[in-house]
């Protein structure tokens, strides 16, 4: 028996709807005077991953769906198609009231990161893996980007042996979606991550033709019993070659 087949372009629509729509709750969150720091952070957590699930779950059932705030129950293990989501990346930038926070709505097709759609609301922005715009020329020169508050020291060394700038920011999507808007060239990351950290950025960087890979050079694979997935890189694909090469040489 073949596998159905599905309207991938609806699905993009729908994450990218539902990603913009999880960006508003969180503003009305933060301009409602109620919340503030971590409070701000769990409130809008909750909010959005509410959002999130209930309109996923109404609107397609017979899909899979894991969420950073939602606990897994295995069933999603079974399905070929999963929509991994992170209601709120950069909860802390989010608290503090800066723009570097982004929303995650990502499909998963047999572990291939396929439709996604970053929001970063505080810059009035959706990046979609169904709209990919042409890339800006490189930097010069290069621009790496790292954690704000702790740079991974394989980042940092491989931007020295490239002669990378280093641009601290914060959020992972808010990090990825700076290389496919041009702001940046290199995002590697070597500090921890989940699934829902990078599969939506994954699908829109990929959909843009940026490399996206494990730091061994391993494919991005989702869906997994563990949604541990500690490393990645994201980067132009100009430079791929330079970097895993000083990657090699650390």
């Avoid at 996923?56 to 070929?80: H, I, T």
């Avoid at 950290?197 to 494919?219: E, F, K, T």
């Avoid at 991005?220 to 019993?225: A, K, T």
Wanted: proline fraction near 6%; charge should be negative; include cysteine.
């Amino acid at each position: 028996m073949s596998d159905p087949v599905y309207d991938l372009a609806a699905d993009a629509a729908l994450a990218a709807e539902l990603a913009e729509e999880a960006g508003r709750i969180l503003l009305d969150v933060r301009v409602s005077g109620r919340f503030e720091g971590k409070a701000m952070g769990a409130e809008g957590d909750h909010v959005a991953n509410a959002y999130l699930v209930e309109a996923l779950m109404a609107q397609r059932p017979d899909d899979g769906l894991l969420s950073e705030e939602r606990k897994c129950d295995g069933s999603r293990l079974d399905k070929s198609r999963v929509w991994i989501v992170d209601p709120l990346d950069g909860t802390r930038e989010y608290g503090e009231g800066r723009d570097d926070w982004a929303v995650h709505v990502a499909l998963a097709v047999k572990g291939v990161a396929t439709v996604g759609a970053v929001a970063l609301p505080g810059l009035g922005l959706t990046l979609r893996s169904d709209r990919p715009q042409p890339l800006p020329p490189l930097n010069a020169p290069l621009r790496m980007l790292v954690s704000r508050s702790r740079p991974a020291a394989e980042a940092v060394a491989v931007a020295q042996t490239l002669g990378a700038d280093l641009v601290p920011m914060g959020s992972a999507g808010a990090k990825a979606m700076a290389v496919v808007r041009g702001e940046a060239d290199i995002y590697l990351h070597s500090g921890g991550q989940y699934e829902w950290d990078n599969c939506a950025p994954a699908a829109v960087a990929l959909a843009y033709g940026l490399h996206c890979v494990r730091l061994d050079g391993q494919p991005l694979v989702y869906n997994r019993d563990d949604p541990y997935l500690p490393d990645l890189l994201i980067c132009r694909a100009e430079v791929a070659d330079a970097v895993t090469q000083a990657m090699a040489s650390l």
